[in-house]
């Protein structure tokens, strides 16, 4: 089996070697131009992991792709420099492989290799002591966008939506702005200041984590910083010129890593050998995606943008449709599906839909929560129903239950109160979601059917609700110890009380949902979990 090191002199050799194995999994190679000088604008993107790996840079190496054929709709082309605020790992591999990688597509019929060539170069803060070579490079002119994968944790905002001024990161770049910012406000704000001194528009700063409203988590992050900072005429600026599209990004991409001698990935080491057996190519740290993607982007740039609409992203005027669709289908679907699945002794998301049970409560599940959704002239919500279950059962993602079991409380409150109660306020069925919540609530409780002891409960709030899972059940405290699995029917009380805790007061003042979670609660209790969600898949679901 030929293998080749990725980097920019060996495409000429992968290419051949491709033909002459004669190789169809892959997708043409990145002969383009891919010196900075050669772009008309570019993009930094703070926070190169994986996903942006399989989804931002996807979409503009295929634009430059298209370019290189003659079939580009725009003449302007446009690369990605990294952006490392902390740490240089990711761009110590890539530079071995002069910031080439591949990508990995793959479900349960389809297999595909791209070498993706739209990131061109990393700039970090460490890069010099002063940290003025990353600012520099952000304010030059041909810098028109700053993308972020930072995670929500990265906004530093406070549970009022503002800017975490305590923040020890924030309150070092406000304090010594002479000294190289910390944190990706004061990186972003820094950089603008020395654009508008030079003369310069404003970049663009595109959020594209997997957030709600992620546009505006950005702005405020900015313009908080500037009100703190206390330069009127640079926030009057911002606020006037600078822009923070909201967009809905979507791409299942499990997390891989690099090549590493002294450490065994088993997971990561499969996908290399299939990279390698595949495409010929030898690669330090693929990435993993499913063939789906998906990108809506409000359509609000400062000065320009890539046609990333030739590729299938989809620019609107607003990205909340989607954004809710996505919520309340593929989000709480997810939740919807794991406590359960769980309990029936599944431990990944791929095996669980291969069960009968789970994924027709499923399909039942969205068809409830379908009846929230508004519809969406670009999108048909029924066929993008179908595309959750075929991308749920993708086999080669390997999401585990246990971690999309983590933090349940939140995402249950996130992705179904208010679907939940608009479905009951106007007199449709919550029978789904009461399953959904009933099977979290015997989740909880930390001991199974069989009397096993549930020992992957993840929750910042896990003691208090575990005592309340066990009170709505009537478990006694220590039941980790006694046969737990022998659960009594629930009492009422503590049942608003658990509902209370994770969906507020006026949702366990909610008739309609308190009676369903008691019905779904008694029915797991003198049943199981299996005849409880066999029964509304039964009642409920009919063919998408």
Known sequence: MESIPLNEEN??????????????????????????????GLICHVGVGAFHRTHEAVYTHEVLLDQMNGSGSSPQRWGIVGVGIRGASTRDVLKEQDYLYTVLGKDGTTTSVTVVGSLVGFVLSQDDPDGHKLIDFLADSRTRIVSLTITEKGYLLNTSGDL???????????????????????????????????????????SCDNLPNNGRLARGMVLGFLKAAGDGALLAWAESHCRFPCTMVDRITPSTTALDDSKTDTYSDEVRKIVQFESCVQDRWPVVSEPFKQWVIEDSFACGRPAWETRGALFTDCVEPFELMKLRLLKAGHSAMCYGAFLLGHRYMDCAMLDNTVRGFLAAFMKEQAATVDSIPEED??????????????????????????????????????????????????????????CWTRFMVGVDESGEVIDCVVDPRAVELTALARAAFQCASGCTEAPC??????????????????????FAETDAIVEAVLDALSKLAMTSTRQLMTQLANEEHQQL
């Open 11 to 40: 495409l000429p050799k992968i290419a051949l070697a491709q033909q002459k194995l004669n190789k169809t999994n892959v997708t043409p190679l990145p002969t383009y131009p891919r010196a900075l000088s050669s772009f008309d």
């Open 164 to 206: 975490n001024l305590e923040n020890k990161d924030v309150r070092h770049d406000l304090d010594h702005p002479g000294e190289p910012p910390r944190s990706a406000a004061g990186t972003l704000v820094r950089a603008l200041a020395l654009r508008k001194q030079r003369g310069l528009p404003p970049f663009t700063v595109l």
């Open 381 to 438: 919500l029924k066929n993008y129903q179908i595309q959750v279950l075929e991308r749920f059962s993708n086999p080669f993602i390997k999401d585990t239950l246990a971690r999309i079991a983590q933090d349940g409380s939140h995402k249950l409150a996130a992705t179904m109160r208010e679907s939940a109660l608009q479905n009951a306020r106007e007199g449709r069925s919550v029978a789904c979601f009461s399953c959904a919540v009933a």
């Open 485 to 506: 699995h022998a659960i009594k029917p629930p009492d009422v009380k503590n049942v608003a009380l658990l509902l209370a805790a994770v969906f507020g007061d006026d």
